[in-house]
């Protein structure tokens, strides 16, 4: 059974940092290509971030390039969001994604975590 479980999200003033985790199990983690997707109310989701199964190409969002950057563990099938000068628009629930790819497809993704809350006040 695969399981994903994010941690990290809070709640954080503008111009802040907060650092994502997703912990996968139940999948060859190093073999899939790690994303994370993130919606707030009312609109669509949206793809974040992308790294490819080595670690070696990252893919952004424009809205967060520069501000955000994504890495992963694959010893500790783990992947990271490290967010940084966090905007009151980035406030979502960010999801962890397995299968992804530089567009942020859903058709991609086989699987999803559970969503961890991020609040970004002005």
């Known amino acids: 059974q695969v399981q994903m479980v994010e941690s990290g999200g809070g709640l954080v003033q503008a111009g802040g940092s907060l650092r994502l985790s997703c912990t996968a199990s139940?999948?060859?983690?190093?073999?899939?290509?790690m994303g994370w997707f993130r919606q707030a109310p009312g609109k669509e989701r949206e793809g974040v971030s992308c790294?490819?199964?080595?670690?070696?190409?990252?893919y952004y969002a424009d809205s967060v390039k520069g501000r955000f950057t994504i890495s992963r563990d694959n010893a500790k099938n783990t992947l990271y969001l490290q967010m940084n000068s966090l905007k009151p628009e980035d406030t979502a629930m960010y999801y962890c994604?397995?299968?992804?790819?530089?567009?942020?497809?859903?058709?991609?993704?086989?699987?999803w975590g559970q969503g961890t809350q991020v609040t970004v006040s002005s």
């Open positions: 790294i490819m199964w080595s670690g070696g190409s990252t």
């Open positions: 994604a397995a299968g992804c790819d530089g567009r942020f497809a859903d058709r991609y993704v086989s699987y």
């Open positions: 139940g999948l060859a983690f190093n073999y899939y290509h």
